[in-house]
């Protein structure tokens, strides 16, 4: 069936290295992708989102590669600080059939990020 | 900046109860979700509303499940008799009509003995 689903649940990196999280999905349709990031007792923080006319996409110390050749994503954090250990889910919205709108986000297992000082 | 807020942040029941979970969304958010993680686990979608109505709803969502907008703030999960299973953490999420990005509560962790 459809899925979105992590390679890795655990990624453990020293404080300064970069960091890349990696996604795979199923779905060739797919179109849409999000980064959250989960802080232990907290909700999905939105990190970054891409769609599928981009191949890249860059924030604030994050970029997020898309290949819908081979239906992976990654999420690359650069200099990698302690404030960023957290659980981190990609996340696809499904279409409400029907509708013109993005609906339920469907979310992958999640990548442990611990940074060690 | 603004918020999704939730309350209360942790309920203990007695398994057969009545819970009410609390949301207020981002104010001029028009589509609204609730999801569910259970501890160690992937959150789940179980509902999603607009414009006063489901429109669509998981498997897990049955008839022990309801949603409601009372008012112009408020958006609540009522979960009618308790199960064990029911124990997990509940978010809330919202996101405005042409936006995409889901932005979702702290959650309300729920505990069922």
């Known amino acids: 069936g459809e899925s979105v689903g992590l390679h890795l649940p655990t990624l453990s990196v020293q404080e300064g290295d970069n960091s890349i999280i990696n996604c795979a999905y199923s779905?060739?349709?797919?179109?849409?992708f999000i980064w959250y990031k989960q802080e232990s007792g907290k909700g999905p923080q939105f990190i970054i989102d891409i769609r599928s006319n981009m191949d890249k996409r860059q924030g604030q110390r994050v970029t997020v590669l898309l290949n819908k050749t081979v239906k992976h994503l990654s999420l690359q954090i650069a200099a990698t600080q302690p404030g960023d250990s957290a659980v981190y889910f990609c996340a696809e919205p499904r279409f409400i059939p029907g509708g013109t709108s993005y609906g339920k986000l469907t979310f992958g297992q999640g990548t442990i990020l611990t940074v060690h000082p | 900046e603004p918020e999704v807020t939730q309350t209360p942040s942790h309920q203990v029941t007695q398994m057969g109860q009545e819970v009410i979970l609390r949301c207020v969304p981002i104010?001029?958010?028009?589509?609204f979700y609730w999801y569910r993680q259970i501890l160690g686990q992937k959150v789940e979608f179980l509902v999603s509303?607009?414009?006063?109505?489901?429109?669509?709803k998981s498997e897990i969502f049955d008839d022990q499940f309801s949603v409601e907008r009372p008012d112009g703030s408020n958006f609540t999960l009522k979960i009618r008799s308790t199960k064990l299973e029911d124990s997990a953490m509940y978010f809330c999420?919202?996101?405005?009509?042409?936006?995409?990005?889901?932005?979702f509560g702290p959650g309300t962790r729920l505990l069922v003995l």
């Open positions: 779905n060739s349709a797919s179109d849409y």
């Open positions: 999420a919202s996101k405005a009509g042409l936006q995409e990005t889901q932005y």
């Open positions: 509303f607009y414009n006063n109505e489901i429109s669509e």
């Open positions: 104010s001029n958010h028009l589509y």
